[in-house]
């Protein structure tokens, strides 16, 4: 059984950068063909898909985040992170880890952490 629990800080000042940790435990995060993502949730809105880092390494970011959006990962730890900086109230969300395919299609999620941007 493959579990992800997300961690990092609840509350992030405009302008910061927001971290947020993936740890993943039953699985390798450098098995084939799995697609590590980050997906958040805004208050009243629906899920939307930040980016992800691949079993290779590689990474893919949504071009409306891309430009304040690195994921990186610690195969050591078997981890992988978000880092979004320049951080507004707008990215105020649940922030949530998945495993998923080429198809984007998930399997496994974190249970999610709330993130405020807030002063």
């Known amino acids: 059984q493959v579990q992800l629990q997300e961690s990092g800080p609840g509350l992030v000042k405009p302008s910061q950068t927001l971290s947020l940790t993936c740890t993943v435990s039953g699985g390798s995060i450098t098995t084939n063909y799995y697609y590590w993502s980050w997906i958040r949730q805004p208050p009243g809105k629906g899920l939307e898909w930040i980016g992800y880092?691949?079993?290779?390494?590689?990474?893919y970011y949504s071009p409306s985040l891309k430009s304040r959006t690195s994921i990186s990962r610690d195969t050591s730890k078997n981890q992988f992170t978000l880092q979004l900086s320049s951080v507004t109230p707008e990215d105020t969300a649940v922030y949530y880890c998945a495993r998923g395919d080429y198809a984007y299609e998930y399997d496994y999620w974190g249970q999610g952490t709330q993130v405020t941007v807030s002063s």
């Open positions: 880092i691949a079993y290779s390494g590689s990474t």
